[in-house]
Each structure stands twice: as C-alpha cells, then as structure tokens.
C-alpha cells in the first residue's frame, strides 16, 4: 500500500511558477512509476506528467518545455515544478502511483486526494 498526499495548489496569475510536491508513505515509492494528472471542471482526467525511479520522464504534449517531475528519494517525495503557467493549467492535480509509466489513468494504482492550482488571466 502506498498512501499519497499532494500540496503545493493555490491561485496565482498567468506566467508565475508553482510546485506541487506529492509526499509518499508505506512501501516506499522508488520502486513505483509515479505519474502527474490534472482534472479542470467538467472534463476528464489527463496525463501531465510521468517518472520511473530509473531517471525516465514523460510530459504530455500541452507542459513540455513549461512542467518538471523530480523525485527526492530520502523525502519519498514527488515534485511538478509548474512555470509559464497559463489559465488552461487550471484543474486539480493529482499524483499516482503504478507499476508501469504511462499516460493512462487506469494504470495507476494509488491516488492522491488532489491539490487545487488556479491561473488567473
């Protein structure tokens, strides 16, 4: 069992930075791929990011160049370091953990409760 808990979310204004952090407990996360997702209101669930213990990343098409995943293994923490934001960022991030890296949602085993990042225009 793995437990998530995301922080970081708030409101800021189109072009700032921000960083979510996903602290992992219980079995330890380095041997997870641990992947970044988004929910905006009245959509669905999409990838944004994706990191596999070994050092691979992963970005969705709409973050590349503006998100960084990093992991601090003796915090058994996650990180989407966000810049450039842009109002279409806002939505609730979650972070997941799976077995395997991928884009899809089914894949992952544990979620988090999700944190709220607002962009204002």
């Known amino acids: 069992q793995v437990q998530l808990v995301e922080s970081g979310g708030e409101l800021v204004q189109a072009g700032d930075s921000l960083r979510l952090s996903c602290a992992a407990s219980?079995?330890?996360?380095?041997?997870?791929?641990m992947g970044w997702f988004r929910q905006a209101p009245g959509k669905e669930r999409e990838f944004v990011s994706g990191?596999?213990?070994?050092?691979?990343?992963y970005y969705a098409d709409s973050v590349k160049g503006r998100f960084t995943v990093s992991r601090d293994i003796d915090k058994n923490t996650v990180y989407l370091q966000m810049n450039k934001l842009k109002p279409e960022d806002t939505a609730v991030y979650y972070c997941?953990?799976?077995?395997?890296?991928?884009?899809?949602?089914?894949?992952?085993?544990?979620w988090g409760q999700g944190t709220l990042v607002t962009v204002s225009s």
């Open positions: 997941a953990a799976g077995s395997i890296l991928t884009s899809r949602v089914s894949m992952y085993d544990y």
């Open positions: 990191s596999w213990s070994g050092g691979s990343t």
């Open positions: 219980g079995r330890t996360f380095s041997t997870y791929a």
